[in-house]
């Protein structure tokens, strides 16, 4: 009768000997695979960093805003690096169909938690793509908020408030909002009400203040300075101020304007009425 031991040994000996000759069989096929997958690597990773530069001098040469060059360097060198990993494990053998497959089922869950997240991404693509704004621009958003852009980021735009605060507002929220540029035609008109009382010689007024407009060495010619009755008031008649200066020195001019409109009044005898109320006393009438 045999000896099972013999029997086992037997078998072991044969598999082994199958898989040493696969292993030998196989082993210049493996090797040439991994061999070849880094060097498409080593390539691919240096491809990708010549074509990096290359953008970066076309996005400077064309002065494309920093914001949206950072954005769009970003956006290429990752595609560009998963096209390289796809082709990569390709060499090596793996199927790319089901490796896709797992890719857009966890981009799937992905997208469902983070669903203000993508909406914040798409604003920003939306920002830097329509430029409605850029660095350095004062805005003011229907949703409640303004300041001076100081970084537009792909999820978030980082406003500095005239009282220097930093204020990050999500994309989604200011892409979705009415915008207000006031810095972007590199001009602002200030507009602001004087209100004069009722017995004023509205003519002499407007003559007052366009003068004083005149004399303020900020203000343009060109569009000219307006003063324009606007409303009548509760206590008195509205006198709207408009002149047009650079965006740098808009608050100047403005603050000029009113400390200088006020004293040109004063000095010419127009009265600029405060908010005030009457009381009358009706006393009895003796018998």
């Not at 082709?87 to 793996?94: E, S, Y």
């Not at 002499?204 to 409303?231: H, R």
């Amino acid at each position: 009768m045999p000896n099972p031991l013999n029997l086992n040994l037997t078998n072991i000996e044969s598999n082994w000997s199958k898989l040493s000759a696969k292993a030998i069989d196989y082993a210049p096929r493996i090797a040439t695979a991994i061999i070849s997958a880094v060097i498409i690597l080593l390539f691919g990773l240096w491809m990708i960093k010549i074509i990096n530069k290359i953008i970066s001098r076309v996005f400077e040469k064309q002065n494309v805003d920093i914001s949206l060059r950072r954005f769009l360097s970003n956006l290429t060198d990752w595609s560009l690096k998963i096209l390289l990993f796809i082709i990569v494990i390709t060499q090596l053998g793996v199927q790319t169909s089901a490796f896709i497959a797992m890719i857009g089922a966890a981009g799937l869950a992905i997208g469902l938690a983070l669903q203000g997240s993508l909406s914040n991404f798409a604003g920003g693509v939306l920002i830097l793509t329509l430029r409605p704004f850029k660095i350095g621009d004062y805005i003011s958003a229907s949703s409640g908020v303004s300041g001076t852009v100081m970084l537009i980021d792909i999820f978030n735009t980082k406003l500095r408030t005239p009282q220097n605060q930093l204020l990050v507002v999500p994309n989604g929220i200011l892409s979705n909002s009415s915008i207000t540029n006031f810095t972007e035609l590199g001009t602002r008109r200030t507009w602001f009400d004087i209100g004069v009382s009722y017995n004023t010689d509205l003519n002499k007024a407007k003559d007052i203040l366009l003068n004083t407009i005149a004399k303020n060495e900020l203000a343009y010619k060109d569009p000219s300075p307006e003063v324009v009755v606007t409303t009548l008031g509760t206590n008195t008649i509205n006198l709207s101020v408009r002149a047009t200066t650079g965006n740098e020195n808009f608050w100047t001019m403005n603050e000029q304007l009113i400390i200088d409109c006020k004293n040109a009044l004063d000095a010419g005898g127009i009265e600029i009425p405060f908010a005030q109320t009457d009381v009358y006393a009706i006393g009895k009438k003796s018998h």
